[in-house]
């Protein structure tokens, strides 16, 4: 690939929730985005990424549990019974989480890793012409998703990305130019 062709890759990907929920993502392009996440940087090495692969009915699992504690929480009830079945919308759901670190420093940077592995997960997703969408978990809901996706109740979810065939392309958006400064 050279220079051009990444620039393109990375222009292109866009967040796209207009993902077909039938549709298929193989395992060994699974394996391929994975790798990708962990092969961002990570101070001193302390490779702070966790990653749980959600299919199938572990997806209405993962949307119960968050909903739940929504509910606990006092959440309103419209937007928790949509959490209920919302991850059924794409078939793949890869929860994305940090690990604590030894230091609260060590735990900043572990997170800044993950979502560099994160975007590293997303390109290779885009390469393989699949839609994706970083979302956010919602407030309150580490516990729940730390536990039913087996990770240290520590770690901390950074974020639950929807991948599957595309069903249209995500609208247009223009991106206003980098704010930089040249100093010499
Ligand atoms: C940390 C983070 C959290 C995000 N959470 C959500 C979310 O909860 N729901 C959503 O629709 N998009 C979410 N997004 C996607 C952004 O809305 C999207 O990246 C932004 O609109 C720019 O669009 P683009 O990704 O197509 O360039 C998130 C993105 C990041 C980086």
Redesign the pocket.
Known sequence: MNPDELAALIAT???N?LIDPASEVKSEHIAQMLTAAQSAPNHKRTWPLRAAVVRGESRRALGEVIADSMAARGDDDAKVEKTRTKYMRSPLIVVVASALGDSDSETEENKYAVAAGIQNLLLTAESMSYAA????PAKGANDAITTVCGFEPTDHVM?IIYIGAPMKP?PD?ERPAVRVTYLQ
Not at 133 to 136: K, P
Request: hydrophobic residues 45%.
């Open positions: 990907r866009r967040s929730i969408l970083w979302s956010t974020g995500a958006v």
